[in-house]
C-alpha cells in the first residue's frame, strides 16, 4: 500500500488539554467510554494532511508472508499501531493487542476506520460484515464455517442494493453519533458516505485505484482486490486474514465495541500524533507491540525521516517491540526468485535498534 505523503503539514502543536491523554489509571483499560475515545482521537490529531491516493484497500498481496515471524518475535496483549486501511486488522489478529492506534495523514482514513467501527459493531458474523460492507443481501448457505473465499465467492453473484447502501449509511451514522454520541464533524460525515459509497458502487471486486483517485490514473494492480486480499494466505498457504475465521472476526468485533481501536489524524514527521499516543501508553505502562509503517519511510526524505525516528524513540519500547514496513525486495520471497514481482513485500524491524541513534539516550 504506497502512502505518498504531502510531507510537511503545517507545524501546528495541538496541546493535549483534556483529560484523555491524561490518564486516570496506571494500566491498559478494559474499555475506552465513547468520550474518552472521542476525545483522545481528537486531542492526539494533527491537521488533516493530502496524499494522492484514497487507500481504501491495501494492494499488497503477500503482507501475511511475515507474519509467522513476526508472531515469534512480538508480543500479545500489548499496543498496536499503524497506518493504512484493513491490513493492520489482520496484523492485530495475530498479535491480539489490548489495543491499537492508527495515525495516518489523511482525514479520510480516520472516516474508513470510523466506517468500519460501525459495521464490526452492526455485524453478527463474517458474512453479516461483508455484505454490510458492500450493501448487498446475504446469500444463502453461509454460515460461521464457510471460509472467506466461499463468502466472497457467494457475494460475488449479489447486485449491490441502493435501499440497503442507504440504509447501512443511516445506521453507520446513527450509531456513532446517536449511540456513542461521537460529534462527527459536517467533514466527517461526508467522508464517511464518500468512502461507503465506494465499497458499495464497486463490490467486492473494489481495488487501490478504483476510486479514481489511486494516483494511478484509477488502475488496479495485477488483480489484487478486496475479494483476493481476503483470500490471501501467508507463504506455508495458511490463512491469516481478518475475515479467514470466526475467532479472526470476533477479536475484532470486541475490540471495536470497547473502543480500543483509535483512528488518529498525524503525519510520522509531526508534532503531537506519535507523541501524543506515546504519552498515553507511556501513562498506561504499556508498551508498543508493532507499529505497521506500510512504505511511508520512502517519502520522508529532507531531514523528515529524523523527525519521525525522534518521534518513535519517545514511544515505550523493549527489545521485541517491531517495526513492520513495505519494501521492495526484502527477504520472504517464498521461493528461490523472491515474490517481490515489481511490487511491495513486507518485511520486519527491531523498533529499538533502529531508533537508537535518535532516542537521546532513552
Known amino acids: 500500500m504506497p502512502i505518498r505523503r504531502r510531507l510537511l503539514l503545517p507545524i501546528c502543536l495541538i496541546l493535549i488539554a483534556g483529560s484523555a491523554m491524561r490518564a486516570a489509571a496506571q494500566t491498559i483499560p478494559d474499555r475506552l467510554s465513547d468520550v474518552i475515545f472521542w476525545s483522545m482521537s481528537v486531542e492526539a490529531s ?3 494532511g493530502t496524499f ?8 499488497e498481496m503477500y503482507f501475511q508472508y511475515v507474519i509467522p515471524d513476526l508472531v515469534k518475535t512480538a508480543k500479545s496483549g500489548r499496543i498496536y499501531m499503524g ?3 484493513e491490513q493492520n486488522f489482520t496484523y492485530m489478529v495475530a498479535l491480539k493487542p489490548k489495543m491499537a492506534f492508527i495515525v495516518d495523514i489523511r482525514r479520510g482514513n480516520k472516516d474508513l476506520h470510523l466506517m468500519y467501527k460501525a459495521l464490526f459493531e452492526m455485524s453478527k458474523d463474517r458474512a453479516d460484515f461483508v455484505g454490510l460492507l458492500f450493501s448487498r443481501k446475504r446469500p444463502d448457505g453461509l454460515t460461521t464455517k464457510s471460509t472467506a473465499k466461499e463468502i466472497f465467492d457467494a457475494y460475488m453473484d449479489i447486485p449491490g442494493s441502493e435501499e440497503l447502501y442507504k440504509a447501512n449509511l443511516k445506521a453507520i451514522d446513527d450509531l456513532l453519533i446517536k449511540k456513542h454520541g461521537f460529534k462527527l464533524s459536517p467533514l466527517d460525515v461526508s467522508g464517511i458516505e464518500y468512502v461507503y459509497e465506494n465499497f458499495y458502487n464497486f463490490g467486492p471486486t473494489i481495488n487501490y485505484g ?22 490471501a494466505t501467508d507463504m506455508d498457504g495458511e490463512a491469516r486474514g481478518y475475515l479467514a475465521n470466526e475467532d479472526n472476526f470476533n ?10 481501536v483509535v483512528p488518529v489524524i498525524g503525519n510520522f514527521a509531526g508534532p503531537t500524533a506519535i507523541r501524543s499516543v506515546g504519552k498515553y501508553i507511556r501513562q498506561m505502562d504499556g508498551v508498543v507491540s508493532a507499529f505497521y509503517l506500510s512504505n511511508v ?17 519517545t514511544l515505550p519500547l523493549d527489545q521485541t517491540s517491531t517495526f513492520i514496513r513495505s519494501v521492495r525486495g ?8 523472491g515474490y517481490g ?8 524491524g527491531n523498533m529499538m535498534s533502529e531508533v537508537k541513534s535518535c532516542s537521546g539516550g532513552q
Do not use: H, Q
Open 251 to 260: 477479536f475484532l468485533k470486541d475490540l471495536e465495541a470497547r473502543n480500543m
Open 210 to 231: 478504483s476510486s479514481g483517485n489511486g494516483g494511478f490514473g484509477g488502475r488496479g494492480f495485477g488483480g489484487t482486490n478486496y475479494a483476493t486480499l481476503m483470500g
Open 83 to 85: 497506518v493504512g486501511p
Open 52 to 59: 494522492r491516493s484514497d487507500n481504501l484497500l491495501s494492494n
Open 46 to 48: 494533527e491537521e488533516d
Open 330 to 337: 526484502g527477504r520472504y520471497g517464498g521461493n528461490a526468485s
Open 341 to 348: 514481482r515489481g511490487g511491495l513485500n513486507s518485511d520486519i
Open 297 to 313: 519511510e520512502d517519502y520522508l526524505g529532507g531531514g523528515l525521516w529524523t523527525l519521525f525516528c525522534e518521534n518513535v524513540a
